[in-house]
């Protein structure tokens, strides 16, 4: 009996649209692990959390549904309910019921979520900036594409 397997097919090489959004996708990666761990190493605070403090701090009231937050982070509902619980055990918020509708669930920032997010904030942006510089002289095609979405540079 003779073999069934076909030689092996080469694989097209992927498109410039598609090379392009891989390199996105790691530019993001490793940015994100950089803001992460600068973050939880000086404030104590995770990204998702600093996210969610800044989230906060920017609504006029300083509170948001739980659904809400959830939207804006691109989290679940379990994964936010466990995030606001994190925030929560650190009195960085805290949870109110909705007195219009008692199934709605807000996060309020408390002034010490404030202040961390405000110290945080400091770090992040000189992180990003850091970071995306590095990566700009790293590859210079980023540098390019950075500038095409605002970004100054140093």
């Known amino acids: ?35 992460a761990t600068t973050l939880q190493r000086r404030h104590g605070i995770g990204l998702s959390e600093y996210r969610a403090l800044g989230h906060l701090a920017a609504s006029p009231t300083g509170e948001l549904r739980m659904q809400e937050l959830a939207d804006k982070l691109g989290l679940n509902q379990s994964s936010v309910t466990r995030l606001v619980a994190r925030l929560n055990a650190a009195d960085y918020t805290y949870r109110d019921l909705c007195p219009d509708d008692k199934r709605g669930v807000y996060t309020v920032i408390t002034e010490a979520g404030r202040a961390r997010h405000a110290e945080a904030s400091l770090t992040y942006e000189a992180t990003l900036a850091d970071a995306l510089e590095e990566a700009g002289q790293a590859d210079p095609r980023l540098t390019t594409a950075l500038a095409a979405l605002g970004w100054p540079g140093k």
């Open 1 to 35: 009996m003779g073999s069934t397997a076909s030689a092996p097919t080469s694989l097209a090489a992927p498109s410039a649209v598609s090379s392009a959004w891989n390199h996105v996708l790691l530019l993001h990666s490793r940015v994100e692990n950089i803001l």
